[in-house]
């Protein structure tokens, strides 16, 4: 079986992409913009607003709520900023 990994640039220069898996609360992802560039100004904005929650289903930051909000799920044991 072939290396799941996408290589950048054309070369393995450590620099790989590994496929996000299937999510099984996607439906719980904040949409975002794909681009690299595009992703980290719309995050900028995002963040004066909202902020970041852990998915308890891939365990990766795709999940954005308004500041001081309750909805969406809780990092266990803390501060959840």
């Not at 990994?5 to 220069?13: E, K, R």
């Not at 929650?53 to 909805?71: F, K, M, N, Q, Y």
């Amino acid at each position: 079986m072939p290396d799941p990994a996408i290589y950048l640039c054309g070369g393995d220069d450590g620099a790989r992409v590994v496929p996000t898996p299937d999510c099984p609360n996607a439906d719980q992802h904040t949409p975002a913009p794909p681009g690299y560039v595009e992703w980290h100004e719309w995050a900028a904005g995002m963040a004066r607003t909202h902020q970041r929650r852990l998915c308890p289903g891939c365990d990766r930051w795709h999940i954005w709520v308004p500041v001081g909000s309750d909805e969406g799920p809780k990092l266990s044991g803390g501060d959840s900023t």
